[in-house]
């Protein structure tokens, strides 16, 4: 069982940052495309930010300029800096890893919530 640890999640007013981190195993960190899912009670998990190796990144339109995803290969850790964040920003961010054979692990979560 692959084993994704999500830390960082909290309450933060809006304007403010947070950094979430997410430690995977060594065998799945060095070959897996790493990734940030959200889903806000009611809605689809959506993408917030991917990095591969070597390190290039993918961020949709809602969070660019804002978040930047980041990871360190020596603590097979990766982060999410979230900045400016938003009252829309609140949800409950997931950790993925996706392996080449198109398998995808997730963490349990972590809760985001952004106060106006």
């Known amino acids: 069982q692959v084993q994704l640890v999500e830390s960082g999640g909290g309450l933060v007013q809006a304007g403010g940052s947070l950094r979430l981190s997410c430690a995977a195993p060594g065998n799945i960190f060095g070959v897996a495309i790493m990734g940030w899912y959200r889903q806000a009670p009611g809605e689809q998990r959506e993408v917030v930010a991917r990095?591969?190796?070597?390190?290039?990144?993918f961020y949709p339109a809602s969070v660019k300029g804002r978040f930047t995803i980041s990871r360190d290969n020596a603590k097979n850790t990766i982060y999410l800096q979230m900045s400016s964040l938003k009252p829309e920003d609140t949800a409950v961010y997931y950790c993925n890893a996706r392996l080449p054979s198109a398998s995808d692990y997730w963490g349990k979560g972590t809760l985001v919530t952004v106060s106006s």
């Open positions: 990095i591969t190796t070597p390190d290039n990144t």
